[in-house]
């Protein structure tokens, strides 16, 4: 089984920054890829940025292009992604996700606000 624990979310006024953590405990040799989604209230969960623990394949949400950077330290069984330029339509929980060979793991999620 695989933990996650989030952590890096807070208050920020819009044009700011925030790097979020999730790191993972757990049998974290069986994870193949590491993601984040995020959620707000009457909305669909939608997916955020995606990297690959092999290879260091990266995927992004058209919304996020270009402003949020994922990225991953294998050896601290680590993601994280760096939050730039915020806007107050990126308020919302954000989730970590795996993706491993025995199934998904989701983490409790951390919350990040944007103000106009």
């Known amino acids: 089984q695989v933990q996650l624990v989030e952590s890096g979310g807070g208050l920020v006024q819009a044009g700011g920054s925030l790097r979020l953590s999730c790191a993972a405990s757990?049998?974290?040799?069986?994870?193949?890829?590491m993601g984040w989604f995020r959620r707000t209230p009457g909305k669909e969960r939608e997916f955020v940025a995606e990297i690959t623990r092999i290879g260091d394949f990266t995927n992004y949400a058209d919304s996020v292009k270009g402003r949020f950077t994922i990225s991953k330290d294998n050896a601290k069984n680590t993601v994280f992604l760096q939050m730039n330029s915020l806007r107050p339509e990126d308020t919302a929980i954000y989730y970590c996700?795996?993706?491993?060979?025995?199934?998904?793991?989701w983490g409790q999620g951390t919350q990040v606000t944007v103000c106009s």
């Open positions: 996700n795996v993706r491993s060979g025995i199934g998904t793991y």
């Open positions: 757990g049998r974290t040799f069986t994870i193949n890829t």
